[in-house]
Nanobody, 119 residues
Framework: VNLVESGGGFVQTGGSLRLSCAAS????????MGWYRQAPRKQRELVAR???????NYADTVQGRFTISGAVAENTVFLQMNSLKPEKTAVYYC??????????????WGRGTQVTVSS
């Protein structure tokens, strides 16, 4: 599976960005797609996920300001980020996930796209 992210860049505090991710390759039966981020000297963390049936979930820190959209069946996912703050500066990674029961059993990561929010 190959994931290509786009849409990162520089933005001032309070601004917006829209990230895009397209998956190709052996994408059948993907159960979910999503976005994670990793800030300097911090662990990678969940931002948002969207599941094949359309259900979404968000990290508490972005709820109400970020919106994930797209269609897992079409291998595309977007992340609209509004009211950005400097602490949201990070590399944002797209992920595809295969799930069994309540557990992720396989995933692929994109190379990431840098988002920098200036103060």
């Amino acid at each position: 599976v190959n994931l290509v992210e786009s849409g990162g860049g520089f933005v001032q505090t309070g601004g917006s960005l829209r990230l895009s991710c397209a998956a190709s390759g052996t994408t059948s039966s993907i159960d979910a797609m999503g976005w994670y981020r990793q800030a300097p000297r911090k662990q990678r963390e969940l931002v948002a996920r969207i599941y094949r049936e359309g259900h979404t979930n968000y990290a508490d820190t972005v709820q109400g300001r970020f919106t994930i959209s797209g269609a897992v069946a079409e291998n595309t996912v977007f992340l609209q980020m509004n009211s950005l703050k400097p602490e949201k500066t990070a590399v944002y990674y797209c992920i595809t996930v295969w799930i069994m029961g309540d557990s992720d059993i396989s995933n692929y990561w994109g190379r990431g796209t840098q988002v920098t929010v200036s103060s």
